[in-house]
C-alpha cells in the first residue's frame, strides 16, 4: 500500500521500482505485449519483495557492522510501518509463513532434519503472535486454535532436532 494514501500500489508503479532495481522479470510478449497487467500485481510485489531483500543481504553482512545495517533496515522498517502494532503483528506474521513456505521441501525430496525443524519454527513464531493478537482482540477460540499448531511445531521443532542430532552422531535413534 502506499503509506501516504492508504491505497494499492498500481502495477505500473510496482513495475516501475523493479525496473529501478534491475530486477524486472521478464514478461512474454505474446501474452503480454502491452506490459504487466493488474493480475500480475502479485507476482510483481514477489519479484519486488525478492530484489529488496537481496539488495538488503548485499548491504549488510554477519560482522560488527551487520548490526548497524541491521538496526538501519529495521528503523526504515519501523518508519514506514508506523506505529499500529496490529498492523506490524500482521506483516511479521505474513512474513514468517512465507518464510516457512520459501523453506518448506517439495514432496518428493528427502526431508533434512534441520530445514524441517526451521520450517516448524518460522510457523511456530507466526502461530504466537496470531495467538496474540487474537487475545488482544478478545478471541479466545482463535488464541486457542492459533496455540494449538504453536505447540504442534514446537513437538516438530524437537523431533526434527532430534533428527538432526541422530544424523550428527551424537545420540541414537
Do not use: C
Not at 500500500?1 to 523493479?18: C, E, R, T, W
Not at 514506514?80 to 496490529?86: E, I, L, Q, S
Not at 503483528?89 to 509463513?97: D, E
Amino acid at each position: 500500500m502506499d503509506s501516504s494514501s492508504g491505497h494499492p500500489v498500481g502495477v505500473d508503479d510496482i513495475y516501475s521500482a523493479l525496473v529501478a532495481l534491475r530486477a524486472e522479470p521478464v514478461m512474454d510478449p505474446e501474452t503480454r505485449p502491452d506490459g504487466p497487467q493488474p493480475e500480475d500485481r502479485l507476482r510483481l510485489l514477489g519479484a519486488l519483495l525478492a530484489a529488496v531483500e537481496l539488495e538488503i543481504l548485499a548491504a549488510t553482512r554477519i560482522d560488527d557492522e551487520f548490526y548497524q545495517g541491521f538496526a538501519g533496515v529495521t528503523g526504515g522498517w519501523a518508519e514506514a510501518a508506523g506505529a499500529d502494532a496490529t498492523l506490524a503483528f500482521i506483516v511479521i506474521t505474513n512474513r514468517l509463513q512465507r518464510t516457512a513456505m520459501q523453506m518448506m521441501q517439495a514432496e518428493h525430496e528427502e526431508k533434512r532434519p534441520g530445514q524441517a525443524a526451521a520450517v516448524a519454527a518460522a510457523m511456530t513464531g507466526a502461530d504466537l503472535l496470531t495467538a496474540q493478537l487474537a487475545v488482544d482482540h478478545g478471541s479466545i477460540d482463535r488464541a486457542r486454535r492459533s496455540l494449538n499448531r504453536a505447540e504442534g511445531s514446537v513437538a516438530n521443532i524437537l523431533v526434527w532436532m532430534h533428527g538432526l542430532r541422530v544424523g550428527l552422531g551424537d545420540v541414537e535413534d
